[in-house]
């Protein structure tokens, strides 16, 4: 009775689902021509192409035929001097034509450091193709080609209209052989795989390959829903992994493009991380939601408003934060200079900050303004084990900044001593590093840290929260207080005992 009850409702799921068509092939003839091949070219400097000459014996005939070589492949010199001819490399990739004056979208990694870029129309018109702007960190790039005549042009989509299941078609360049389509369905959404800040993939399983790079991925009525990015192929051919950039987050780039000739994105000032089930345990958190604040810009808009290291962002602008990942691309979306309010949790209560977003700054500006950081005060220079969990800390001092190339303004505990076998170093913590915070309250000596692990023991905790300062960027590393490491001689006397 079980099989007939299951059969059932299956069948009455599919009555509901959109049918299979018959054929693509109406739908590739309208979307093919405003499909395009991208070719460019760029010329290698001598230093990154330059055979070294090896080292012979004086008189020894490979020194001459070596030499030979190199002359008859335009490499050679006299004097021992080599005069690397410059070298010319091509790469090929897709694109698509959005509007009939000319301009084409594509992925910035098919164009990146070209010097001459060619666009290829199906008929086998070709282009010289100006570039327009780059977003490097989301991975588009906008060309411009000019011709005497309208040019075919397709329109993007609603991807979050998309779900899975649904069918879509890929077009592209692949293995440069022209244009090619392939058929598949949306196999997954808001994918992550680390290719950058704002990762928010749609996983399909139409082939794509090398040189779809850019190209268009439809959905059935022959809108852009996403621009093909990635695979994942241990062969380097397509194993039915596809990844595209969703058109909702494509549009917004290539507007600012056209407009502006870069990206202009909101900024909330923040370096975050994810909640883990040890730092929800030291917290006291039921579930893992939530993006966690491991430090705070100087002069940013979430420090003008309050916000503060060790903060849980539950909610941003109305939207839930279900996982850390999910708030850089909800705060990229936000219009700039909006006033937003941030759900956060500070000391177990949750209270709102009312926060007004910036521009994204460029990389060197966000660089200087975490050097701009104010010094702290001179520490305890107390120092210790720290309560038998297998590492040694002491308070800042000229020869420990020096010795492991510490900042001037360094303030906390340095690390000065992991025992291998402890949960310190199963944690990543190593000598040189540096612990500003414990259980969320700052650090002035060795007597604080062993105060804040004996409180979470007495609390019935597995772990303490630490901020630790590493090679310059901040973490939060929840290290278990209840996995006490033994030295050699109490391990000894035990045996004894024994």
Do not use: C
């Amino acid at each position: 009775m079980a099989v007939f009850v299951s059969l059932a409702l299956m069948a009455a799921s599919v009555v509901h689902a959109a049918p299979a068509p018959d054929s693509f092939a109406d739908l590739s003839e309208k979307l093919l021509p405003a499909v395009v091949n991208i070719s460019t070219t760029q010329t290698l400097k001598n230093s990154d192409r330059g055979m070294e000459m090896p080292q012979f014996p004086p008189g020894s005939p490979f020194d001459e035929l070596f030499k030979d070589f190199l002359e008859r492949h335009g490499q050679g010199g006299g004097g021992g001097e080599q005069q690397v001819r410059p070298q010319k490399v091509t790469s090929l990739g897709s694109g698509f034509i959005i509007d009939p004056s000319g301009l084409v979208v594509t992925n910035n990694h098919v164009i990146a450091d070209a010097d001459e870029i060619t666009v290829t129309l199906q008929d086998g018109q070709a282009f010289k193709a100006e570039l327009v702007g780059t977003d490097t960190k989301g991975d588009v790039a906008l060309l411009r080609i000019k011709s005497s005549k309208p040019l075919p042009s397709v329109s993007f989509g609603n991807s979050d209209q998309m779900r899975v299941g649904d069918w879509v078609l890929a077009i592209g360049n692949p293995l440069g052989l022209g244009g090619t389509v392939t058929a598949g369905i949306v196999s997954a959404r808001s994918r992550n795989i680390n290719a950058g800040p704002y990762d928010d993939f749609i996983q399909t399983d139409a082939a794509i390959n090398k040189g779809n790079s850019g190209g268009p991925l439809f959905n059935i009525k022959g809108e852009v829903i996403g621009i093909n990015t990635a695979i994942y192929s241990q062969s380097g051919g397509s194993i039915g992994i596809g990844f595209s950039i969703p058109a909702n987050q494509a549009v917004k780039v290539v507007q600012d493009l056209q407009k502006y000739g870069k990206t202009r994105r909101a900024w909330l000032g923040v370096h975050i991380q994810s909640v883990t089930d040890e730092i929800a345990e030291s917290l006291g958190l039921k579930d893992h939601n939530g993006a966690l604040v491991a430090d705070v810009t100087p002069n940013g808009p979430a420090a003008k408003a309050g916000l503060k290291s060790g903060d849980l962002i539950l909610k941003f602008d109305g939207k839930d934060i279900t996982e850390f990942a999910r708030l850089p691309r909800i705060v990229s979306e936000t219009p700039i200079n909006k006033e937003v309010e941030v759900d956060v949790l500070r000391d177990g209560k949750r209270l709102p900050v009312k926060v007004t977003v910036a521009e994204l700054p460029d990389d060197k500006d966000l660089e200087q303004a975490q050097t701009d950081k104010p010094a702290g005060k001179q520490k305890d220079s107390s120092t210790g084990n720290i309560a038998g969990l297998g590492f040694s800390v002491t308070a800042v001092t000229p020869a420990l900044r020096e010795k492991y190339d510490l900042p001037s303004d360094a303030k906390g505990l340095v690390v000065t001593d992991v025992k291998t076998s402890s949960a310190a170093a199963e944690r990543g913590l190593r000598p040189g590093d540096v612990i500003l915070e414990a259980a969320q309250e700052p650090l002035k000596s060795v007597a604080d840290l062993n105060s804040k692990i004996d409180a979470a023991k007495k609390a019935d905790r597995k772990s303490v929260l630490l901020l630790v300062q590493s090679d310059g960027a901040l973490r939060f590393l929840p290290l278990k207080v209840d996995d006490v490491v033994k030295d050699k001689d109490s391990k000894d006397k035990d045996s004894k005992k024994k």
